[in-house]
């Protein structure tokens, strides 16, 4: 084969990889595709949950995994806990101690329940930690807690997602 006839394949399998067609011989996953939906709420935090369900869609949709109209195997994700820790504790003028930033860790898992002829599965619980800086202002701090909990959600889901579908997690950065 030519150099440039070989280029001119790759080129076309490059360029139809990401319009949803897939290879003839590809493995097909017996529970795919998948719905993500929410699971019983153990938390109070929406946000967590929401970002979760959305990095979970996005990861399965980058497999091609991801149902169209809501049909196939529902991908439960469950937020288990949302922590809070203070992160680099300093003296401040007036001798009280003060937080110079905080740790949010997101815990949850994902299940995934198919028909009597294709096995569960579950991601077991997985975390996920975002530190943001502490704010004066109770207003910003409110939004800063809430953009760490949908970057850090967003990363659980994916995480979660991969886990389900048998990928190898590359774990926390």
Do not use: N
Not at 48 to 64: K, V
Not at 112 to 127: H, I, N, P, V, Y
């Amino acid at each position: 084969m030519k150099a440039w006839t070989r280029a001119l394949f790759f080129a076309a399998a490059a360029r139809s990889a990401g319009c949803g067609y897939a290879w003839a011989f590809a493995p097909h996953d017996a529970l795919g595709p998948f719905t993500v939906i929410a699971g019983e709420a153990k938390t109070p935090d929406a946000t967590a949950i929401t970002a979760a369900i959305e990095g979970a869609q996005r990861e399965l949709s980058r497999a091609g995994q991801l149902s169209a109209r809501g049909e196939g195997t529902a991908l439960t994700i469950t937020i288990v806990r949302v922590e809070e820790r203070s992160e680099g504790i300093a003296g401040g003028a007036d001798a009280a101690p003060r937080a110079r930033g905080i740790r949010l860790t997101i815990v949850g898992r994902a299940t995934a329940r198919g028909a009597e002829t294709a096995s569960a599965r579950d991601s077991g619980e997985l975390e996920v930690t975002e530190v943001f800086a502490r704010s004066e202002s109770a207003a910003v701090g409110v939004l800063g807690r809430d953009e760490a909990a949908r970057r850090a959600g967003r990363r659980l889901g994916e995480r979660l997602a991969r886990r389900v579908l048998g990928e190898v997690d590359p774990g926390e950065p």
